[in-house]
């Protein structure tokens, strides 16, 4: 029996030049604090069913990284007010391989409709060692745009 669903993986996006790896590196800069990634979607709501970061640079971290995943009511927002912690991952000190992945899967029914976002916030950076890639496992929930009051249809054609 085969199992059909619609859920996928997303890469969370550096918010700013300073919270990008350097030169050679990928994924996101997990050395400084605060909010360093965002996704949001664009036109369906979409169910968050996991989170993860995925250590992708094999230097070796003398300290823990605490990351928390943090629901934002309003896209782009830095207002602490906006904001809804939905998952937290550390990464320890005693695994510091490349590779290896540090996740969260949530019990609770977390929604997340355009306008919205998720934001990845680091609570306690590393002093070396630290990029890594910020993951959301994602399922949408199919709903047509115009049911949701933060979408605006333009005019727009598909002949220009």
Not at 52 to 59: E, G, L
Request: aromatic share 8%; charged share 10%; no cysteine.
């Amino acid at each position: 029996m085969a199992y059909t669903h619609s859920k996928y993986e997303i890469e969370m996006n550096a918010l700013t030049p300073s919270t990008a790896p350097a030169a050679g590196g990928y994924g996101v800069a997990l050395d400084v604090t605060g909010n360093i990634a965002e996704w949001a979607p664009g036109i369906v709501p979409h169910l968050i069913r996991g989170m993860a970061v995925v250590h992708t640079n094999s230097a070796t971290r003398d300290t823990a990284i605490s990351a928390k995943f943090m629901k934002s009511a309003v896209a782009g927002s830095a207002a602490a007010t906006d904001f809804t912690s939905i998952g937290k991952v550390v990464l320890t000190t005693t695994v510091t391989a490349l590779g290896f992945a540090f996740y969260f899967v949530p019990t609770a029914h977390i929604e997340i409709v355009p306008g919205q976002s998720v934001q990845l916030h680091v609570t306690a950076a590393a002093t070396a060692g630290g990029d890594g890639k910020a993951i959301l496992y994602v399922e949408p929930r199919w709903d047509v745009p115009g049911n949701l009051t933060s979408m605006v249809a333009t005019t727009g054609t598909v002949t220009e």
